[in-house]
């Protein structure tokens, strides 16, 4: 079993930057795949951004590549996003998930955190 919890959201200006962690337990991270994903008010939740374990590939979606950056630090089982030049359409609740298979399909993860909200002010 593992648990996710997810740190770091807040209200920010446009333009302005978050970094978000989600600090895993419960069990090794080792060879776990890990994503973010978000869901806005009134819509369903997207993926955002994934990272492999055995590689460290990273892919994003196409409405943050080049803003967000995924990453992870093996030796503390957490997994962060840098989120820059934020938009008010990045508004939402983040969640962290993680699992052994890979894309951003949400049934290929196993494991969820409860999320974090981020807001971003017009």
């Known amino acids: 079993q593992v648990q996710l919890v997810e740190s770091g959201g807040g209200l920010v200006q446009a333009g302005g930057s978050l970094r978000l962690s989600c600090a895993a337990s419960?069990?090794?991270?080792?060879?776990?795949?890990m994503g973010w994903f978000r869901q806005a008010p009134g819509k369903e939740r997207e993926f955002v951004a994934g990272?492999?374990?055995?590689?460290?590939?990273?892919y994003y979606s196409d409405s943050v590549k080049g803003r967000f950056t995924i990453s992870r630090d093996n030796a503390k089982n957490t997994v962060y996003l840098q989120m820059n030049s934020l938009k008010p359409e990045d508004t939402g609740v983040y969640f962290c998930?993680?699992?052994?298979?890979?894309?951003?399909?949400?049934?290929?993860?196993?494991?969820w955190g409860q999320g974090t909200q981020v807001t971003v002010s017009s």
């Open positions: 998930a993680s699992g052994l298979r890979y894309g951003s399909a949400q049934n290929l993860y196993d494991y």
């Open positions: 419960g069990r090794t991270f080792r060879g776990y795949n």
């Open positions: 990272i492999r374990w055995s590689s460290g590939l990273t």
